[in-house]
C-alpha cells in the first residue's frame, strides 16, 4: 500500500458526460500529479500541482481540468467524454524535488 | 527533451535464471532515472531509482539496476527470477524541466517468467 488513495476504482459512463476523479496524497506530500495509461498513448503526465497551485501541464486535453485543494486532496475533472478517454488514471504524490513518487491503484474510466 | 526508451516489449526468462529488462535514456545534464513495477490490476509501485553515487542500485525485491552513464543506460536486473516477478515494468526519467519534477515513462516491458 503507498498510501495514496483514489476513487472511485472503476467508472462506467457514456460519451459526452462529466465525471470527477479524486486523489487523497499519502500524509505530508505535498506534491500531487496525475498520469493517463491508456494502450495506444502509454504512460502520459497530466498534470502537477504542488501546495494548492499547478506546477505543470503536460499532454492534457482541455475537456479535462484538475484542482488541488487546501487539505491537499485533488480532483481530475473530465467533460465532453468521448470513447478514446477511455483509461487508466493514476494519481501520485511525493515531497516536491525529493526521490521518488508514490502511485495510487489507479481509477479505470470506461466511456460507452 | 528528455526520453527513455525501453527496447523490448516483452521479455521472456525460465524461472531461476538471471533477468535483464532494458532501459536507454536521452537527457541534457545528470539523470535521475526510476524503475516502476505494475501488477495486473494494480497501481505503479516504485522498485529503486538513480540520483546520484554508485553505479549499481539495489532496490526492492531483491532488484537491481546499473547505471551506465557512457552507455546512457539503466538496465534492470535480477540474479534468479521468480514466477511471481511477472509484471510490466517501466523506465522512467525525471523531467528537469523549471518548476516540475515529473515523471517521463518508457512504453514499458512486459515480463513473462516461466516455471
Known amino acids: 500500500d503507498s498510501g495514496v488513495t483514489q476513487t472511485p476504482k472503476h467508472l462506467i459512463t457514456a460519451t459526452g458526460q462529466r465525471v470527477t476523479l479524486r486523489c487523497s496524497p499519502r500524509?505530508?506530500?505535498?506534491?500531487v500529479y496525475w498520469y493517463q495509461q491508456s494502450l495506444d498513448q502509454g504512460l502520459q503526465f497530466l498534470i502537477q500541482?504542488?501546495?494548492?497551485?499547478?506546477?505543470a501541464k503536460g499532454n492534457i486535453l482541455e475537456r479535462f481540468s484538475a484542482q488541488q485543494f487546501p487539505d491537499l486532496h485533488s480532483e481530475l475533472n473530465l467533460s465532453s467524454l468521448e470513447l478514446g478517454d477511455s483509461a487508466l488514471y493514476f494519481c501520485?504524490?511525493?515531497?516536491?524535488?525529493?526521490?521518488?513518487?508514490?502511485f495510487g491503484p489507479g481509477t479505470r474510466l470506461t466511456v460507452l | 527533451a528528455q526520453s527513455v526508451a525501453q527496447p523490448e516489449d516483452q521479455v521472456n526468462v525460465a524461472e531461476g535464471n538471471p533477468l535483464t529488462v532494458k532501459c536507454t535514456y536521452s537527457?541534457?545534464?545528470?539523470?535521475?532515472l526510476f524503475w516502476y513495477v505494475q501488477y495486473p490490476n494494480r497501481g505503479l509501485q516504485f522498485l529503486l531509482k538513480?540520483?546520484?553515487?554508485?553505479?549499481l542500485v539495489k532496490g526492492s525485491y531483491g532488484f537491481e539496476a546499473e547505471f551506465n552513464k557512457s552507455q546512457t543506460s539503466f538496465h534492470l536486473k535480477k540474479p534468479s527470477a521468480l514466477v511471481s516477478d511477472s509484471a510490466l515494468y517501466f523506465c522512467?526519467?525525471?523531467?528537469?524541466?523549471?518548476?516540475?519534477?515529473?515523471?517521463?515513462f518508457g512504453t514499458g516491458t512486459r515480463l513473462q517468467v516461466f516455471p
Open positions: 501520485a504524490s511525493s515531497v516536491y524535488l525529493a526521490k521518488e513518487q508514490f
Open positions: 500524509s505530508g506530500d505535498l506534491s
Open positions: 500541482y504542488y501546495n494548492g497551485e499547478e506546477r
Open positions: 537527457v541534457s545534464g545528470n539523470p535521475y
Open positions: 538513480y540520483i546520484t553515487g554508485d553505479n
Open positions: 522512467a526519467v525525471r523531467d528537469r524541466s523549471y518548476n516540475t519534477d515529473k515523471l517521463i
